[in-house]
């Protein structure tokens, strides 16, 4: 007779877990900019995207929702401020510039499902979990997440921006088992993050997978981690959750 899992519910990240943008984001930056007649180098987009985006989120966490901006106009500003950073001072060339990618970071196309993604959610239902999301992201991923096919094996999704907290405030992961009715013992989530999915989702109690992909995992957080909580690929999801029977988040 087959064992039965513990877990009940098994809540996802979404970028860079199940989902990632087809091309670099200065690549992105740099062809819209070349379609309204600005050369702008990719290279130097790309890191001036990092630059902005860091420093947007630092002053206004959370898409600045408590200081009274959407998320949109954060958007918004990330990119004005990205081409400020890579030499572009023209903020009125550089405004209808900011609303196509906007909008092109809505649209599916833009996006890409991981390898491996659609076949785990497919298991796991099979199996008769509970599936959510907790994300990092924006009113946009419900559309974005329908047009690449995988909203239909969520049973809610919630973003940081509904939630009003981000990860890893132990809030939203929280607000996510009250959605789901289910007590944080028997829910796992799985993310690419250590420090927003990994540890956000310990400190609420639930267990926790932390998807590595091809790159060297960090020696300190390999080190802090168990070897079965980490996943080389999605592939390795469901052993890893057969591995969970009898144990408890804080072990």
């Not at 649209?107 to 796991?124: D, F």
Request: proline share 6%; net charge neutral; charged share 20%.
């Amino acid at each position: 007779m087959a064992r039965q899992l513990q877990i009940r519910l098994l809540t996802w990240d979404v970028k860079d877990t199940l989902v990632r943008v087809c091309r670099p984001v200065g690549e992105e930056y740099a062809n819209k900019a070349r379609a309204h007649g600005l050369q702008v180098e990719a290279t130097a987009l790309g890191q001036a995207f990092g630059q902005a985006y860091r420093a947007q989120s630092h002053s206004f966490p959370n898409y600045g929702l408590n200081r009274g901006l959407t998320s949109r106009q954060w958007w918004l500003d990330v990119v004005l401020q990205t081409f400020r950073l890579a030499g572009v001072q023209d903020t009125q060339a550089v405004a209808p510039i900011a609303k196509q990618l906007y909008e092109d970071f809505s649209s599916p196309s833009t996006w890409q499902v991981l390898e491996g993604a659609e076949n785990t959610l497919r298991e796991c239902r099979r199996r008769g979990l509970k599936l959510a999301v907790i994300s990092n992201f924006d009113r946009r991923l419900e559309d974005i997440l329908v047009g690449l096919g995988l909203r239909e094996h969520f049973d809610f999704v919630l973003t940081s921006e509904a939630a009003g907290w981000p990860k890893p405030d132990p809030r939203i992961f929280h607000k996510a088992l009250r959605l789901a009715h289910v007590e944080p013992a028997v829910a796992a989530h799985v993310g690419d993050s250590y420090r927003c999915d990994y540890q956000g989702a310990r400190a609420a109690g639930m267990h926790s997978f932390l998807v590595v992909g091809p790159e060297p995992l960090d020696p300190i957080v390999r080190d802090s981690i168990p070897k079965e909580h980490i996943l080389p690929s999605l592939s390795h999801l469901l052993p890893a959750l057969d591995s969970l029977e009898g144990t408890t988040p804080g072990l």
